[in-house]
C-alpha cells in the first residue's frame, strides 16, 4: 500500500493545510501524520469528512505520498505545487516552489 496524508484548504484564508499527529491543521506537509496501512487511511477520511462539516476546511482529500531519505514527496504534480507553493512570482511573501521539489 501506498503512505498517505490528508489534506484540504483552510476556510479562513485557503491556504493548503495538512492534518497531523494532535489533529490539527499544519501548513507544512513534512509534519503530516502518514497512514500506512487501509485502517489509518479510513480514520483520515472520517477526520476529514467532521473537519469538512464543522466548517474549519474545505477541498479535503487524502493523497499518496513516499517518503525519502525523511522527506515526505507527494505523488501527484498538482500536490506537490500545493505543498511547496505557487510555480511562479504570485504575490508578497508567497515565494515560487522550488523546481527539484515539483519536478516529476
Given at each position: 500500500?501506498?503512505?498517505?496524508?490528508?489534506?484540504?484548504?483552510?476556510?479562513?484564508?485557503?491556504?493548503?493545510?495538512?492534518?497531523?499527529?494532535?489533529?490539527?491543521?499544519?501548513?507544512?506537509?513534512?509534519?503530516?501524520?502518514?497512514?500506512r496501512h487501509?485502517?489509518?487511511?479510513?480514520?483520515?477520511?472520517?477526520?476529514?469528512?467532521?473537519?469538512?462539516?464543522?466548517?474549519?476546511?474545505?477541498?479535503?482529500?487524502?493523497?499518496?505520498?513516499?517518503?525519502?531519505?525523511?522527506?515526505?514527496?507527494?505523488?501527484?504534480?498538482r500536490e506537490?505545487?500545493?505543498?511547496?507553493?505557487?510555480?511562479?512570482?504570485?504575490?508578497?511573501?508567497?515565494?515560487p516552489a522550488?523546481?527539484?521539489?515539483?519536478?516529476?
Amino acid at each position: 500500500m501506498v503512505d498517505k496524508v490528508l489534506t484540504a484548504n483552510r476556510l479562513t484564508d485557503g491556504i493548503a493545510v495538512w492534518l497531523n499527529a494532535n489533529g490539527e491543521w499544519v501548513t507544512s506537509l513534512q509534519e503530516a501524520l502518514v497512514a500506512r496501512h487501509a485502517e489509518a487511511v479510513a480514520a483520515l477520511e472520517a477526520i476529514g469528512k467532521k473537519s469538512y462539516a464543522d466548517n474549519q476546511v474545505v477541498d479535503v482529500a487524502v493523497v499518496e505520498v513516499q517518503e525519502t531519505d525523511g522527506v515526505l514527496w507527494p505523488l501527484r504534480l498538482r500536490e506537490r505545487i500545493r505543498a511547496q507553493g505557487p510555480t511562479m512570482e504570485y504575490a508578497p511573501g508567497y515565494q515560487p516552489a522550488d523546481p527539484a521539489f515539483i519536478a516529476v
